[in-house]
């Protein structure tokens, strides 16, 4: 049950973080409805990550209101937290562990009962296509094992919010491939927000975009919306970001 009548999985109601006298986003709004895959786009250092820990209560907003599935993000936490998974922009962190204890370990602390985390370990397992590395320290694994293991801990609880910083950033394009199928698979049955600077991602897996530039939301709309009347997505990104050089 959601406390949320309109169907909006995700919103973000006026997000400003400042960091002293900087703001590193600014009354960002925008929502996302239930089942649909939105890219959230912009040029490194415009505020994605910074409004993903915002959304999924990681930052607390300096001003502002984030909502999952209805449910306020500061005064009704854990029903809001409990909706996510998010994956996060630096892969997992416990290196000395192996994938299966680590997300053992995070199914045990989301109150998973025996049962129900042996068979969220099977599934994701098998989702994520990790039985090959299961038993091996995450220290010894490739970026791409890495961000699946990140995404195995966000399915683990099963939440019907995907929040996903730059899932397939770092990754060769077999293991883009294979991240973009899982996203799209995963799509038809839940609500994600996906970050990414690499526009062909946005068309590969999402059918809404929501472009954020120097802290602040310059689009939000569909795929022909990013294109722009010149029917180019990256002209029209350059054009709306100002041109300046991602870095
Ligand atoms: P993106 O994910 O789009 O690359 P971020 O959200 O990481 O952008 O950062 C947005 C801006 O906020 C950047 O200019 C970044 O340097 C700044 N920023 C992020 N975190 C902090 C922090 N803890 N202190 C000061 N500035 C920060």
């Known amino acids: 049950m959601t406390a949320n009548a309109s169907g909006q999985m ?26 649909q895959v939105a890219a959230f786009l912009g040029p490194n250092g415009a505020g994605k990550s910074t409004t993903m820990k915002l959304l999924t209560g990681f930052l607390a907003p300096s001003e502002g209101t984030a909502k999952i599935g209805g449910f306020d993000m500061s005064s009704q936490r854990l029903e809001a937290a409990g909706m996510i998974g998010y994956l996060p922009e630096n892969g997992p962190l416990y290196l000395e562990m ?8 995070f199914g045990q602390a989301r109150g998973l009962n025996a049962a129900t985390l042996h068979n969220r370990l099977e599934y994701v397992a098998d989702k994520c296509s990790l039985g090959d590395v ?28 995907l929040i996903l910083d730059e899932p397939t950033s770092g990754l060769d394009p077999n293991q883009t491939h294979e ?18 600077h ?33 029917h180019d997505m990256e002209a029209n990104f350059r054009k709306l970001t100002g041109g300046r050089k991602a870095g």
């Open 179 to 196: 991240v973009r199928q899982l996203i799209r698979s995963l799509g038809q049955t839940k609500t994600i927000l996906l970050s990414t």
């Open 98 to 105: 192996t994938p299966h204890s680590l997300l053992r370990y």
């Open 10 to 35: 995700i919103e973000a109601i006026g997000l400003s973080k400042f960091y002293g006298q900087f703001a590193a986003t600014r009354e960002v709004t925008f929502s996302v409805p239930r089942g």
């Open 198 to 230: 690499i526009l062909t991602e946005v068309k590969a897996v999402c059918s809404r975009v929501i472009l954020i530039n120097q802290g602040r939301i310059v689009l939000d709309g569909g795929i022909a919306d990013m294109e722009g009347s010149e």
């Open 134 to 161: 299961w038993g091996k320290p995450i220290a010894k694994l490739s970026r791409g094992y890495r961000q699946r293991v990140g995404m195995a801990q966000a399915l683990l609880n099963d939440p019907e919010v």
